[in-house]
């Protein structure tokens, strides 16, 4: 069974950075796109960044220049390097990936910005 658990959220002044963790068990990480979600309160979720198997990214326009997504495949862990946060960044932060067409998410890290 697919396995997501987040960490590396907190509480963090405007313009700060936080690096999330993504660790998954039960697949093969390195097949697979892994994807950072986040949900703001009162607001749908949103996909911010996605990495495929071979490397390559992908940002939500909102996001670009700010934030980095990457991968370690020995330790089966992607990573969203989030910086110069922004108030509107404050959300729940979701690790996904998809395997046999069903969707597997994480329990979710939550990030606030605020001074």
């Known amino acids: 069974q697919v396995q997501l658990v987040e960490s590396g959220g907190g509480l963090v002044q405007p313009g700060g950075s936080l690096r999330l963790s993504c660790a998954a068990s039960?697949?093969?990480?390195?097949?697979?796109?892994m994807d950072w979600y986040r949900q703001a309160p009162g607001k749908e979720r949103e996909l911010v960044a996605s990495?495929?198997?071979?490397?390559?990214?992908n940002y939500a326009d909102s996001v670009k220049g700010r934030f980095t997504i990457s991968r370690d495949n020995a330790k089966n862990t992607v990573y969203l390097q989030i910086d110069s946060l922004k108030p509107e960044d404050t959300a729940i932060y979701y690790c996904?990936?998809?395997?046999?067409?069903?969707?597997?998410w994480g329990q979710g890290t939550q990030v606030t910005v605020s001074s």
């Open positions: 039960g697949t093969r990480f390195s097949s697979r796109t």
């Open positions: 996904h990936t998809d395997r046999l067409g069903n969707d597997y």
């Open positions: 990495i495929t198997n071979s490397g390559s990214t």
